[in-house]
Nanobody, 122 residues
Framework: QVQLVESGGGLVQAGGSLRLSCAASGGTFSRYNMAWFRQGPGKDREFVTNIRTDGSTYYIDSVKGRFTISRDNAKNTVLLQMNKMKPEDTAVYYC????????????????WGQGTQVTVSS
């Protein structure tokens, strides 16, 4: 059983940066594919980015070139560096883990954090 705890959310002006962190415990972190999802006001939860156990990554088009996902297996942590932020990035950001195949589908992820609020002001 994996527990995930996000941190690092907050309020930032458009064009600014934030770094989210997700700390994992209770499992062999290096064996899990990890992802970040987000849920904006009045919207469904959507996939943002994922990172495989081998470190390869995938991003949705709207964050490519602005967001960077990374993982530190020694620290059981996955990070999301968000730069050049836009008001449309405002959402609750969730960290998720899956032991199986990498995926962008919400339903495929077994473990979720509680989420951290990110607000981008214009």
């Amino acid at each position: 059983q994996v527990q995930l705890v996000e941190s690092g959310g907050g309020l930032v002006q458009a064009g600014g940066s934030l770094r989210l962190s997700c700390a994992a415990s209770g499992g062999t972190f290096s064996r899990y594919n990890m992802a970040w999802f987000r849920q904006g006001p009045g919207k469904d939860r959507e996939f943002v980015t994922n990172i495989r156990t081998d470190g390869s990554t995938y991003y949705i088009d709207s964050v490519k070139g602005r967001f960077t996902i990374s993982r530190d297996n020694a620290k059981n942590t996955v990070l999301l560096q968000m730069n050049k932020m836009k008001p449309e990035d405002t959402a609750v950001y969730y960290c998720a883990a899956v032991r199986g195949a990498i995926s962008s589908r919400l339903s495929d992820y077994n473990y979720w954090g509680q989420g951290t609020q990110v607000t981008v002001s214009s």
